[in-house]
T-cell receptor, first 112, second 116 residues
């Protein structure tokens, strides 16, 4: 069962920052937060992951609250190519818990 | 740099036929995963390999499904006696096989199966 809650859909204007929330109130200390996205008819694409510190890479930033019960994925300057379904996933760091459990994600639409 | 590749990208078959899909992981990735995705849903885990050993299978993987990774490189997923309910996108992913957070899974483009 998915351990995360995401809004089913969001819109964002092109060029603005897209902020995608995720609730993971039952997260445990050994679980990471991962974000993937899936553009229509393609395989999921890894974006970023983190444990408790904020993370940034060339694609996005991940902000995790201090209590770790929620996080926000930030796409700083959204483009039309960012239109996709975004999945927030919690995953144990222990060796032997390998599968990713996807929910239904957030469908982000970038508006021109 | 080549990512995960899958073949074929699309397959249309008649109910009762057998189908086989192939996945080539990223070079030197020890782990290989299979997922299935139906319309409007997120991917669901089917099985995974550490090198040539199949270490976990989901209850979704019925007796009609079999996966192999004979030399620890590419993998095949076979579905026997296909049913209309097997229609889905079949996704393959690979990872290096390191413990902890660094073992990120990278997905291929998927094989879309349609059973008529």
């Amino acid at each position: 069962d998915a351990k995360t809650t995401q809004p089913p859909s969001m819109d964002c204007a092109e060029g603005r920052a897209a902020n995608l929330p995720c609730n993971h109130s039952t997260i445990s200390g050994n679980e990471y937060v991962y974000w993937y996205r899936q553009i229509h008819s393609q395989g999921p694409q890894y974006i970023i992951h983190g444990l408790k510190n904020n993370e940034t890479n060339e694609m996005a930033s991940l902000i995790i609250t201090e209590d770790r019960k929620s996080s926000t994925l930030i796409l700083p300057h959204a483009t039309l190519r960012d239109t996709a379904v975004y999945y927030c996933i919690v995953r144990p760091r222990n060796f032997g818990n390998e599968k990713l459990t996807f929910g239904t994600g957030t469908r982000l639409t970038i508006i021109p | 740099d080549t990512g995960v590749s899958q073949d074929p990208r699309h397959k249309i078959t008649k109910r009762g036929q057998n189908v086989t899909f192939r996945c080539d992981p990223i070079s030197e990735h020890n782990r290989l995963y299979w997922y299935r995705q139906t319309l409007g849903q997120g991917p669901e885990f089917l099985t995974y390999f550490q090198n040539e050993a199949q270490l976990e299978k989901s209850r979704l993987l019925s007796d009609r499904f079999s996966a192999e990774r004979p030399k620890g490189s590419f993998s095949t997923l076979e579905i026997q006696r296909t049913e209309q309910g097997d229609s889905a996108m079949y996704l393959c992913a690979s990872s290096q096989g390191t413990s902890g957070s660094t073992d990120t899974q990278y997905f291929g483009p998927g094989t879309r199966l349609t059973v008529l």
